[in-house]
């Protein structure tokens, strides 16, 4: 069986794999003529995704990346993973989503199960990408729901063993959909609608934004008051039952936390309802970079004018080379802002807007662990006796206390 992904980013490269492995004929479509070149000669930044297997995989042909459309044509299965950004006013950007289902209704001449995983809200499958399909469709698609669950780096949760919600227009398209993930997914839900299906996912990341956006506003009150938040969360920890831990950070980055919420947050509005926690989350974690801009700057006397500081890690989060919505931006320009000269290191970002990673330098004014890949070695810091202050939202200790 034929299968075409469209988008070839985090999200549609790591299923293109998996789906190639268990044995389908995979094209890969998309419009970044460079992208598709390095995957062609097996070149990938995506986490958890090989490059000696991706290159056997093209070599044998079962992974086809493109960017012509015509090897699309003849697959049975079309599935949509393209980005679904905010724009400049944090509202949803669906103009990727629109853009491919656009492309398939004017050039696809088949028939074929569509299969939604780029994250939306409610109602995305049903009011915006069925309506396009089938202005010139004309009954040759079924629609389904499988919302992604990919989670960059992480060596626990995979594909395979993270469960699947999925759920399609019909009877039909559900039962085609399930059959197909149940090859490369070890554990399927059923949701009771697409809706469902589409709500699961925003609600999941909606959670932790408002749960981290919970534990920011407790750092800022645990500072006022003389104890780190961090202390006070790992205490509370220990208790079995009702309760979830959580830890302060500089910000949320990435695609899908700082981006989710404002999508069930957008579509709450249009039907009258005004989410009044999620968008108090989404205002309290972005205002973190500028909270803690000015607590380092407290702590360094009061001032951090020509204060040379060292940010370890910029991705957003440890063990990702990913950019995408990194708080450490933030926090870097309001730093900046303050009089402060930042440089940074990032094992896994040698370049990124302008800028350039350079080693760890132990002759700084102060520190900052924000991303603790692996890769880093703090004996660097630790040797020279250089102030630091931990900054990482996890309960790891890499020599010194966290300051949030």
Partial sequence: ???????????????????????????????????????????????????????????TQNYLPTTD????????????????????????????????????????KSKALIINESTSFP?????????????SAKGRFKYASAP??????????????????????????????????????????????????????????TFRQINIALVNE?????????????????????????????????????HCIPVDPSYLSYISEKVGIKANFINLANDTNLSMARNIALRIKDELGGTLIDKHIQIAGIAYKAGVSDMRESPSLNLIQELKNLGAKISWFDPLVSNYNNGNSTPLNPNIDLGLIISPHEQIDFSIWLDAGTKVFDLSANSNNYGWPKFL
């Fill in 1 to 59: 069986m034929k299968v075409a992904i469209f988008g070839q980013g985090y999200v549609g490269l790591t299923l293109s794999i998996a789906v190639a492995k268990s044995g389908f004929e995979v094209v890969g479509f998309d419009t970044d003529k460079n992208l598709v070149e390095k995957l062609a000669n097996g070149v990938t930044h995506v986490p958890g995704i090989d490059a000696v297997e991706l290159k056997a995989l093209v070599d």
């Fill in 69 to 108: 459309f015509s090897n699309v044509q003849g697959a049975e299965i079309l599935i949509i993973a393209v980005p679904t950004p905010l724009d400049e006013e944090r509202n949803p950007d669906l103009t990727y989503l629109v853009a491919v289902s656009s492309l398939i209704a004017k050039e696809f």
């Fill in 123 to 135: 109602g995305t499958l049903r009011n915006v990408i069925q309506p396009i399909l089938e202005e």
């Fill in 148 to 205: 992604e669950r990919v989670d960059p780096g992480n060596i626990n949760w995979n594909l395979f063993n993270t469960p699947r919600v999925i759920c399609g227009l019909t009877g039909e398209a559900t039962e085609e959909a399930i059959n197909f993930y149940s090859k490369f997914c070890n554990k399927i839900y059923q949701a009771p609608s697409v809706e469902v299906a589409e709500a699961s996912k925003i609600f999941e990341n």
């Fill in 218 to 254: 407790f750092s800022n009150i645990a500072s006022k008051l003389g104890f780190l938040a961090s202390d006070a969360i790992k205490a509370a920890a220990t208790k079995p039952f009702g309760f979830m831990p959580f830890f302060p950070s500089i910000g949320v980055g990435g």
